[in-house]
Every structure is written in structure tokens, then in C-alpha cells.
């Protein structure tokens, strides 16, 4: 019996000396806790407010008739690091017969800058197109495409200082009212005006094509550069001095600018057409304009639909 009450005991001091060992030991070397708040790539807004996937925005036009278009304006921003493509779909959740036969939607993104070549060009009023000088001077415009100023620089390795930008438009009214709107002088500016074309100008409404011109785009406004002592003050607006036309700097393709202050602008579906994008650029921001018309022999009633905005990244190729 004492035999075995030593063993007992010696098995018991072995299993206390074992368990506070163990507890002694280190678990693990080291721990870390992350948590994170990740945002969607692609979001729309109104400038102020950005809304996920799950914060529908909800837009009732109201009563609606034929011969209005109906446009307005939202934003789109690519946070994200790398380029995407960007597909607006529209779906017809109610109607009457779920028909939307009669409902034309233009659905148009803009954004980023344009570049255009401005050049000295033989001015002959009997052709057209005007030809462009051999050895001219000749200046690079940049410009943004959309914002709540038109922010706008020159490069030239001429002497340009006493020169101004001007938008020139071609009215079918041209002796009532002035053509020219002064951009700013210099090279370089931040003009604060409207949306350039304006919606009047026949640049706006038929292709350049028509005059012989081959420019990229058919539709939008004509950039100049004129020395600042052309720029003459009529009682109809602003014009320009024809005789220094050998001075000149002309267009060599058209342009488009959205003052992205109008929350409602002017529908010019052909300029909208010629300058939409499909690529939203990385951690940049761009214009969204909705633009709702419809037939006159349309049936009436009340008519919903969805817009979804998708996107998807765009993979280098391999």
C-alpha cells in the first residue's frame, strides 16, 4: 500500500509540473486586426452626393409631350485604378401593353480632354474647303469636355500673346446676331459659359461633311485663334475683322464643351452622338445626360423604366 501511494504521488507531481509548463508557452507570435470600408468603383451622383448599387436614384419627368426632348444631367466616377468600359441599359418596367414603342432614350457619357490642331488656311469665300498654308503657323488647343468652367491652354511655337480664342458659330441668322464669343487671350484660361456649340448654331444640327470638310467629327463648334485687334463690337455681338483673315487660326476638326453647372441641359443629339465615350478613364469624372422624347402618335399613360449603369475593367491584352 505505501508503495503504491508513491507511485500515486510521483504521477501527480509529474502532471502539475507538465500542466504549468504548458501554460507558460506562447500561443502564437503575433496578431493583426484589419477591417476596412471598401467603396464601389463605379458610382453615380449629382456632384454631391454619390449613390452605391443598392441607392437607386429616382427621377419622375412628369407630364411629358411630343416635340420636347426632356434631358438632364448626372455624374459618373471611375475610382478605381484602372480603365473601364461602361454599358447604360434601359428596361421598361411598366407601360401601357408594356409597349415602349414611341419612347426614344439617348443615354450619353462625356469626359476627358480634346486636342485640336488650329492652322492658317487660304480664306476664299467662292471654295470650300479652305486650304491650309504651306510652312503656317500653327497651334495646339487642349481643352476639358465637360466641367463647371471650360479650362483651355495653347502650345505654338509662334508668338500668340497677342492673339484670343474665340468660338465662331454659324448662324443661319448670321446678320442678327454675332458669330464670335470671346474664350479668353493668352495661352492659356478658364472661360465660364455655356455649353459650346450653342444649340442654334447650324454646326450643331448639320454635318461638316457638307461644305467638303473631312473632319473626325461632324458635328460641334469651330475653335480660332485671331489676333485680339480683329475682334470688332457690333450692335449684334461680337465679329470678326475679315481682313486680317491671312492671320487667322482655324479649326482642323469640331469640338464640343458641356457646362456641367446645367443640371437640365439642351438636347443636340448629333453633337452628343459624335462626342460620347464608352471609356470611363481611372480615378476620373465624367458627365451623364439622359435624354427622354417622345412620338406624337405615342399611346398615353404613365411609363417607368430602369437604367442600370454597368461596367467592367479593361484587362491588358496578352
Not at 114 to 138: H, R, Y
Not at 170 to 179: H, L, V
Amino acid at each position: 500500500m505505501k508503495k503504491t501511494s508513491k507511485i500515486l504521488l510521483v504521477l501527480g507531481v509529474l502532471l502539475i509540473s507538465t500542466t504549468l509548463a504548458s501554460a507558460a508557452l506562447l500561443q502564437y507570435f503575433g496578431k493583426v486586426t484589419t477591417s476596412m470600408n471598401v467603396k464601389q468603383s463605379i458610382v453615380i451622383g449629382d456632384g454631391d452626393i454619390w449613390y452605391n448599387y443598392d441607392q437607386p436614384i429616382t427621377r419622375n419627368i412628369g407630364d411629358v409631350v411630343h416635340c420636347t426632348d426632356y434631358c438632364y444631367k448626372l455624374l459618373i466616377i471611375n475610382r478605381a485604378c484602372k480603365d473601364a468600359t461602361v454599358s447604360i441599359v434601359d428596361t421598361l418596367k411598366a407601360g401601357p401593353n408594356m409597349d415602349s414603342t414611341g419612347i426614344d432614350i439617348g443615354q450619353y457619357v462625356f469626359g476627358d480632354s480634346q486636342t485640336i490642331q488650329l492652322v492658317q488656311k487660304n480664306v476664299d469665300f467662292g471654295v470650300s474647303p479652305w486650304t491650309q498654308f504651306t510652312d503656317g503657323m500653327e497651334a495646339t488647343l487642349t481643352f476639358n469636355t465637360c466641367g463647371t468652367m471650360l479650362d483651355w491652354s495653347i502650345e505654338s511655337t509662334s508668338e500668340l500673346s497677342e492673339y484670343s480664342l474665340i468660338y465662331y458659330a454659324n448662324y443661319p441668322t448670321y446678320w442678327t446676331a454675332g458669330p464670335v464669343t470671346v474664350i479668353g487671350t493668352g495661352a492659356s484660361g478658364s472661360y465660364d459659359g455655356q455649353t459650346i456649340p450653342f444649340i442654334d448654331d447650324e454646326n450643331a444640327k448639320l454635318p461638316i461633311s457638307r461644305v467638303g470638310e473631312s473632319y473626325t467629327h461632324q458635328y460641334g463648334a469651330k475653335f480660332w485663334l485671331v489676333p485680339t485687334d480683329a475682334l470688332v463690337q457690333g450692335q449684334n455681338g461680337w465679329d470678326v475683322d475679315w481682313t486680317q483673315a491671312e492671320y487667322f487660326l482655324f479649326e482642323t476638326d469640331l469640338s464640343f464643351y458641356l457646362d456641367c453647372d446645367d443640371m437640365t441641359p439642351e438636347c443636340m443629339s448629333n453633337v452628343f452622338n459624335a462626342f460620347d465615350t464608352t471609356i470611363l478613364k481611372a480615378e476620373s469624372e465624367y458627365c451623364w445626360i439622359s435624354c427622354y422624347h417622345v412620338a406624337f402618335d405615342i399611346i398615353p399613360g404613365t411609363y417607368t423604366f430602369d437604367t442600370i449603369v454597368d461596367a467592367a475593367e479593361i484587362l491588358p491584352q496578352v
